[in-house]
Each structure stands twice: as C-alpha cells, then as structure tokens.
C-alpha cells in the first residue's frame, strides 16, 4: 500500500490579464499535467473578470480531454464589477494518462470589453 503522501499530487496553470475577450470562445488558460496514476481527482478553477456593460453576460466553458463541454455565464450587476467564478467537483480516472483541461471565455455579442483579469486551473488526486 502506498503512503499516503506518495499518492496526492497537485498540478496547476494560471494566466493573468487576458485582455480584451472576443465573442467567439477563446483560450484563457490550459493545463496539461504530467503522466498520473488512475485514482479519484478534485478539479477546480477560479477567475475575476469585469464586462464593462450590465445588459450583457460574460461566458465561461470548460472541459476534460477533450470531452463535452460545460458552460455557465455571468452578468454584471455594474460596469465596475469584479465577477468572480469559483467551481469544483471530482473526477476519477479509471487509467493512468496525461490530461489536458482546457478554460475558455467570450463575451455576449454587442458587449463592451470583457477582461479576465486572474485564472487559475487546479487537479490534485484526493484519493485512489
């Protein structure tokens, strides 16, 4: 049986000031993690964005591996807002691999300048 210690890992990708968000999806910031063992994951990420309008939502999308994508949005109540996004759930991997996790952003069309202003993507195993 392994120690426990040997077992948890933790990997992590940030991006600062990705300025300027278009209305078409793009890359805010991508984690790819060395070779890991199978075993049970927590995923997370976290950003502040600002979206200088209140009529128009900002939007978020990410995925695992290349799987489906999932997207939530976020409407400022004030043109100064800091929105933050907070989101986590587990993930198990039933075979060891290489993963890639990828964040997007774009902004509602017709919306004023959609900023991210700090994100950061998270996968430690929490369990085997």
């Known amino acids: 049986m ?3 210690f040997d077992i ?5 990708e940030k991006a600062i000031d990705v300025l300027d968000i ?10 790819t993690t060395p ?8 995923f997370k990420f976290s950003l502040v964005g600002t979206l200088a309008t209140t009529t128009k939502a900002m939007f978020f999308q990410w995925r695992i591996d ?3 994508w999932f997207e939530i949005q976020s409407e400022p109540k004030d043109v100064d807002d800091k929105k933050t996004v907070d989101y986590f759930f587990p993930v198990r991997f039933a075979d060891p691999g290489v993963h890639v996790i990828e964040l ?3 902004k509602e069309s017709g919306s004023a300048q959609m900023d991210v ?6 996968l ?4 085997i």
């Open 2 to 4: 392994p120690e426990f």
């Open 8 to 12: 948890l890992t933790y990997d992590t």
């Open 22 to 31: 278009g209305d078409v999806y793009e890359d805010i910031v991508v984690l």
């Open 35 to 42: 070779l890991r063992e199978e075993g049970l994951y927590e």
């Open 66 to 68: 290349g799987g489906d």
């Open 104 to 106: 997007q952003g774009r």
């Open 117 to 122: 202003l700090f994100a950061d993507l998270v």
């Open 124 to 127: 430690h195993r929490v369990g």
